[in-house]
């Protein structure tokens, strides 16, 4: 008898940053309402999604690093959600590329077909030489020089919700 496994969705984006920027709502709030909203979706009255976000993810041992644990979570999800707003994220060293921009390289490197990159209106990258500028300017170069199809930018939440799905008044979880 075949065994069935839960399809894993993986949502990734800065955490604290707010979208649309002027509002309340930070990505990560956005993220879990995602998460809750797709694992809710059942396919013939069952649950088929698991959605990884960091934000509760279990604890690890000290042998785990926070760095390494997100790039397994790419390699370890069916699909990969990128709610990709330019800001790379944090790094481990000054020099190093952000954990966003990370993840979304570690995507296309171990299976592009499962990426899917839904673009939010770009934070402005400064004029300054300090590292956290040319982290956010190396990643929206890196991003803009990819060429999945995309669609357009979401400037709302309700957009960032239904972007994945080519109809209208759509949500995230009818995409799967």
Same mark, same amino acid.
């Given at each position: *008898?075949? &065994?069935? #496994? +839960? %399809? ?11 979208? !649309? ?20 979706? #059942? ?11 960091? $934000?509760?993810? =279990? !604890? ?12 397994? /979570? ?5 699909? *990969?959600?990128?709610?990709? @707003?330019? @800001? /790379?994220?944090?790094? +481990? ?9 990370? $993840? ?9 077909? #499962?990426?899917?990159? %839904? /673009? *939010? !209106?770009?934070?402005?990258?400064? $004029?300054?030489?300090? /590292? $956290?500028?040319?982290?956010? +300017? ?9 060429? =999945? ?9 309700? &957009?960032?919700?239904?972007? !994945?799905?080519? &109809? ?9």
């Amino acid at each position: *008898m075949a &065994q069935s #496994k +839960k %399809i894993k969705v993986m949502l990734s984006s800065r955490c604290n940053d707010r979208f !649309p920027i002027d509002s309340d709502h930070t990505l990560s709030s956005i993220r879990e309402q995602l998460k809750r909203e797709i694992e809710g979706t #059942k396919l013939f009255g069952r649950q088929v999604f698991e959605v990884w976000i960091n $934000e509760d993810a =279990p !604890p690890a041992d000290a042998m785990d690093d926070s760095w390494d644990t997100c790039l397994q /979570a790419v390699r370890d999800c069916d699909v *990969m959600l990128v709610l990709s @707003n330019g @800001n /790379a994220g944090w790094a +481990k060293r000054a020099g190093d590329i952000g954990i966003c921009h990370a $993840e979304y390289m570690e995507g296309l490197t171990t299976t592009r077909g #499962k990426v899917r990159l %839904i /673009a *939010m !209106p770009n934070i402005p990258v400064g $004029e300054g030489h300090d /590292a $956290e500028t040319a982290r956010n +300017k190396l990643f929206q170069d890196f991003v803009s020089l990819q060429t =999945p199809f995309r669609g357009g930018t979401v400037s709302t939440v309700e &957009q960032l919700r239904t972007r !994945p799905r080519c &109809q209208d008044s759509c949500r995230l979880s009818e995409f799967f």
